[in-house]
């Protein structure tokens, strides 16, 4: 028990793209003590939740309750009673079909303080992401939001079929699927126009988005044929119609492309960000993690060390980060390397050094240890002193070529790159159920330890049909030892270059 007040976040976590979560939301998941979301939520949003959070799921597909719907509001109130802030996830927004208003009355009930942070909900967004506006001038004047789950044959049902028939409102229905062909039946038998436009959008908002279009007379067999299940939205009326010119979302170049992301999790945010803006669908499964040299005592002393030095060069931005980490660790600071030349080996280690206020004298022209040769080569390197602070296993290529100039290498370990195996069975399971559409390789090490997670299994047969992607020649070089041939090389050896090189490469299919 704390003397905190506790208070419950009836937070609308939007439809699905994390992309449409509130700042309001975003601050309470942060300074949560609990988070609880349920399957509409999207689970990234979990990111936002601070370590020592606790994270409840509390389920929620159709009929398969996890918690009842008794048991979760009296989770909220026994969280809160303890003093905790407790971040209620919901999709959409919680007082649209969200049972958000039950929640916030048994709060009050039980004296718990709440705050409602409204939400993106799906009955707007689904069709927004799917070219459907709500509203239209020449189309409609009014929208109604309606439940499709009430079995319409109930005898005191509250459905006015009538009204819904005879207006020419946007019907939107929630939770209607399995309902469509009674939320049909009974429009037309109401009046309405057996040729009205409908059209239902599934996991709208996501990379999943799946969207149908009909008219009452035939959606039911569209819907059918296309295997459509919930959660969907149900749009009917005649702005369904205006997606034919107004469809964006699912126009996206990489649209519903399923892509497994291999480096590091603290690396991969700017790539996964990138290619969902296109429209992927990205699955995180680092393969490598970038850990502090164990043995810390080399750099420490080369550092101690700066004023023999002539040259540092920096071939990664882990070498970067590493290397200021352990600077500043000892208690100095960008002043000790004012009298050094730096060297960097590509344009993002380049601006990671920028960072730190100071410009690389070197870049070179292509983004690989042989450039950075090709660079010095130039220069009379004679006795001239480089410090290289970089990954404990690392391609020998740059020190042996120095050497040859007549230069003085002193090659530190700055970080180690470590397996990681934690999404070994998701990437075992996607592979084998062939639910992967591209492979992206940012390093060699990536390929290397893909390969370790899948074991003895034949990489070959599960990377069949799957596009691989490589960051450039080096790592695809790696791929090919492995008996696997990139399908995508980038050109410019970034991620930006990788990017390009999915894009041309759907652009042509
Ligand atoms: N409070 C939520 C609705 C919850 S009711 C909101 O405001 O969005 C659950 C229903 O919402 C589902 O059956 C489905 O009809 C709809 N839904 C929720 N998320 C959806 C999504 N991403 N795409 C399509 N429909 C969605």
Same mark, same amino acid.
């Given at each position: 028990m704390t003397d905190k007040t506790g208070v419950v976040h009836l937070i609308g976590a939007g439809p699905g793209d #994390?992309?449409? +979560?509130?700042?309001?939301? %975003?601050?309470?998941?942060?300074? $949560?003590?609990? /988070?609880?979301?349920?399957?509409?939520?999207?689970? =990234?949003?979990?990111?936002?939740?601070?370590?020592?959070?606790?994270?409840?799921? /509390?389920?929620?597909k159709g009929g398969d309750h996890t918690l009842t719907q008794d048991k979760i509001n009296l989770l909220l109130v026994d969280k809160a009673k303890q003093g905790l802030s407790v971040a209620r996830l919901k999709g959409g927004d919680p007082f649209v079909f969200g049972r958000g208003g039950e929640e916030a009355q048994l709060l009050l009930?039980?004296?718990?303080?709440?705050? @409602?942070?409204?939400?993106?909900?799906? $009955?707007?967004? $689904?069709? $927004?992401?799917?070219?459907? #506006? /709500?509203?239209?001038?020449?189309?409609?004047? =009014?929208?109604?939001?309606?439940?499709?789950?009430?079995?319409?044959?109930? %005898?005191?049902?509250? &459905?006015?079929?009538?009204? =819904?028939a005879k207006s020419n409102a946007t019907l939107v229905f929630l939770m209607g699927v399995k309902n469509l062909g009674n939320i049909v039946k009974n429009l037309m038998a109401n009046g309405k126009p057996s040729d009205t436009p409908v059209a239902l959008v599934r996991w709208g908002t996501t990379s999943r988005q799946q969207t149908v279009t009909g008219t009452l007379d035939t959606i039911v067999d569209v819907v059918k044929k296309a295997g459509l299940k919930s959660p969907a939205i149900i749009v009917v009326g005649?702005?369904?119609? +205006?997606?034919?010119?107004?469809?964006?979302?699912?126009?996206? #170049? +990489?649209f519903g492309k399923r892509i497994v992301i291999t480096r590091a999790r603290a690396q991969a945010s700017g790539l996964v960000s990138q290619l969902t803006r296109l429209g992927a669908h990205c699955l995180e499964i680092p393969t490598i993690q970038i850990i502090p040299s164990e043995d810390t005592a080399p750099l420490e002393t080369a550092i101690d060390h700066l004023n023999n030095y002539d040259w540092l060069v920096l071939t990664s931005v882990n070498g970067? %980060?590493? =290397?200021?980490?352990? +600077?500043f660790g000892m208690g100095k600071d960008v002043r000790a390397l004012g009298h050094l030349k730096f060297a960097c080996i590509g344009p993002v280690t380049k601006e990671r050094l920028a960072d730190y206020g100071i410009v690389s004298d070197i870049l070179p022209e292509t983004y690989r240890a042989e450039s950075v040769v090709d660079a010095f080569s130039s220069m009379d390197m004679q006795g001239k002193k480089i410090l290289l602070p970089r990954a404990k296993v690392a391609r020998t290529i740059l020190p042996e070529e120095l050497n040859k &100039?007549?230069? @003085?290498?002193?090659? /530190?370990?700055?970080?180690?790159?470590?397996l990681c195996d934690g999404g070994k069975e998701t990437l075992i399971s996607l592979l084998t159920d062939k639910k992967i559409d591209a492979v992206t390789f940012t390093s060699s090490s990536t390929v290397a330890n893909f390969m370790s997670l899948l074991e003895s299994r034949d990489a070959a047969k599960l990377l069949k049909g799957v596009t691989v992607a490589s960051i450039g020649p080096i790592t695809s070089d790696t791929a090919r030892s492995f008996g696997i041939e990139p399908d995508i090389e980038a050109n410019l050896y970034t991620i930006d270059g990788l990017l390009d090189g999915l894009l041309t490469y759907y652009g042509q299919q």
């Open positions: #994390p992309g449409l +979560l509130t700042i309001r939301a %975003k601050e309470c998941i942060e300074s $949560a003590d609990v /988070v609880v979301y349920d399957y509409l939520a999207s689970p =990234f949003l979990l990111k936002y939740a601070r370590r020592e959070a606790e994270i409840i799921y /509390v389920g929620k009930e039980h004296g718990v303080q709440y705050e @409602v942070i409204p939400g993106v909900t799906s $009955a707007i967004s $689904a069709p $927004a992401y799917a070219g459907i #506006p /709500v509203t239209h001038r020449d189309h409609t004047s =009014f929208v109604s939001f309606i439940t499709g789950h009430e079995n319409p044959d109930k %005898k005191d049902s509250s &459905m006015q079929w009538d009204i =819904f005649h702005v369904v119609s +205006l997606r034919q010119e107004l469809a964006w979302f699912d126009k996206k #170049p +990489l970067v %980060k590493f =290397f200021f980490d352990t +600077l &100039m007549g230069a @003085v290498v002193d090659e /530190v370990t700055a970080y180690e790159t470590i």
